[in-house]
């Protein structure tokens, strides 16, 4: 089992930039298939980008595509979410979640969030006008 928490989120103003952090504790980070998700105020949990555990690919929403990077550091236990140009319809509880599938998840399937098998408890990101 692995325990995930998120941390550096925070209040931004639209055009800002945020680090979002997911620390992992428990079985072997690099083993595991790592997404972030988020929910907004009345909206339904969405896909927001996905990484394999090399770390080799990298999946990312429509919405954030060119504005949001993914990445993981294996020997930290840590994945990042690095948010640029932000807009205030980014604003969110944001979650990262681990997959442990021996595979890699592929484009379609990192987007479902069934496919994960554990999850952080969230960070708020809130993004003014």
């Known amino acids: 089992q692995v325990q995930l928490v998120e941390s550096g989120g925070g209040l931004v103003q639209a055009g800002g930039s945020l680090r979002l952090s997911c620390a992992a504790s428990?079985?072997?980070?690099?083993?595991?298939?790592m997404g972030w998700f988020r929910q907004a105020p009345g909206k339904e949990r969405e896909f927001v980008a996905g990484?394999?555990?090399?770390?080799?690919?990298?999946y990312y929403a429509d919405s954030v595509k060119g504005r949001f990077t993914i990445s993981r550091d294996n020997a930290k236990n840590t994945v990042y979410l690095q948010m640029n140009s932000l807009k205030p319809e980014d604003t969110a509880v944001y979650y990262c979640?681990?997959?442990?599938?021996?595979?890699?998840?592929?484009?379609?399937?990192?987007?479902?969030?069934?496919?994960?098998?554990?999850w952080g408890q969230g960070t708020q990101v809130t993004v003014s006008s």
């Open positions: 990484v394999t555990r090399s770390g080799g690919s990298t």
């Open positions: 979640a681990a997959n442990q599938s021996p595979y890699g998840l592929g484009s379609t399937q990192s987007r479902y969030e069934y496919r994960y098998d554990y």
């Open positions: 428990g079985r072997t980070f690099s083993s595991y298939n």
